[in-house]
């Protein structure tokens, strides 16, 4: 499957899952709304509390991986991304993906010190598609 395919499937998915590394090296994974911004297969942005466990998590070790799919009638897909994961608070990048709604999380607006980005920068990936699967990397 080519990679125009691959981000135009993650940018149809509702639901993204993020996985991160706790403090004795175990994975959390957690569903998490899909990226507020999608830059190729690259980068992706996500909304999050500053306070949040997650945050606390890739401070300690930014060793990443999100995975969307998608379950048919007859047909299951899946993209799995392998990559660091930012931690993010300055104004420019809040701005940059804040949405109005925002405000029933965050009271204090854009500038609430309890939202901050999630960057995900991938390096590879895995899809899955019909009991196959393929490998890539991204540059």
């Known amino acids: 499957m ?14 993204s899952f993020v996985t991160s590394i706790d403090n004795e090296n175990f994975p959390n994974v957690k569903a998490m709304l899909k990226p507020r911004k999608i830059v190729g297969l690259k980068e992706f942005y996500f909304s999050t509390n500053t306070s949040s466990m997650r945050v606390t998590h890739y401070k300690n070790n930014p060793n990443a991986s999100i995975y969307f799919y998608h379950k048919g009638l007859f047909k299951y897909q899946g993209v799995m991304l392998i990559g660091k994961m930012e931690v993010l608070t300055d104004q420019e990048t809040k701005t940059m993906i804040w949405k109005k709604f925002d405000t029933i999380f965050y009271k204090q607006g854009v500038t609430d010190p309890d939202y901050c980005v999630l960057k995900f920068t991938a390096t590879s990936g895995r899809y899955y598609c019909d009991l196959k699967t393929e490998s890539f990397e991204i540059k």
């Open 2 to 15: 080519n990679s125009k395919l691959i981000e135009k499937f993650i940018k149809k998915q509702k639901v």
